[in-house]
Structures are given as C-alpha cells and as structure tokens.
Nanobody, 123 residues
Framework: QVQLVESGGGLVQPGGSLRLSCAAS????????TGWFREAPGKEREGVLC????????YYADSVKGRFTISRDNAKNTVYLQMNSLKFEDTAVYYC????????????????WGQGTQVTVSS
C-alpha cells in the first residue's frame, strides 16, 4: 500500500525553473533512497538522480548536473526535485521512486513508483 504522488509539473519556458514534489504514504522517505526518473516521448525511461537516506546525491544523468538538485523535507515526508535552467530536451514525464535501501541503488532496483507528472519546456 505504499504510495508515491508527484506534483509540480507544468509548462515552462527554456531557461526557467520548476520544483517537483514527491509525497509518500506508508513509507518514511528519510529511511530509504528516493530517485527521480524521466521518460521523454519515444524514449526509454532514464534515471535522473537519487538522494540516499544520509542525504548524499547520486546523479544518474550527466546532463542535469549543475541544474537539478534533489532534497528532502522529513517533516512532510516529501522529496523535491528543483530544476533550473530548463532545456527543451528536459521535456518528459517525471517519476519519483523509492528503494528500500539506505544508499542509492542501480536504476533497475527501485521498489515503488509514482504515477508521474508532465514537464514541458517550450517557447
């Protein structure tokens, strides 16, 4: 009955910013690893980045380094993805996922997934 719900997606111009949220129920996110993934039209789902239970960040995608930041609010049981300097190629459905491990796992080894939120970067 673990549920992850993403929110915060929308339409943004190139160079703009969005903050996505991943709210959890039936699991405490500060005790697990939480990652963000994305699926662009016609493309395979790819890992973006992950935050471990000790707040270490692992980047799965080199293309977002320096632009995307992951963080956690334990009181709200929510993980955030801050996206800055957005580019056309960032357009995708973004998913959050949780793995019942302390450190960030391989992208194939996540246990629970949200339903996704659409991010569209367009002028």
């Amino acid at each position: 009955q673990v549920q992850l719900v993403e929110s915060g997606g929308g339409l943004v111009q190139p160079g703009g910013s969005l903050r996505l949220s991943c709210a959890a129920s039936q699991v405490t996110l500060d005790y697990v690893a939480t990652g963000w993934f994305r699926e662009a039209p016609g493309k395979e789902r790819e890992g973006v980045l992950c935050i471990s239970s000790s707040d270490d960040t692992t980047y799965y995608a080199d293309s977002v380094k320096g632009r995307f930041t992951i963080s956690r609010d334990n009181a709200k049981n929510t993980v955030y993805l801050q996206m800055n300097s957005l580019k056309f190629e960032d357009t995708a459905v973004y998913y959050c996922a949780a793995a019942l491990v302390w450190g960030c796992p391989r992208v194939e080894d996540y246990d629970y997934w949200g339903q996704g939120t659409q991010v569209t970067v367009s002028s």
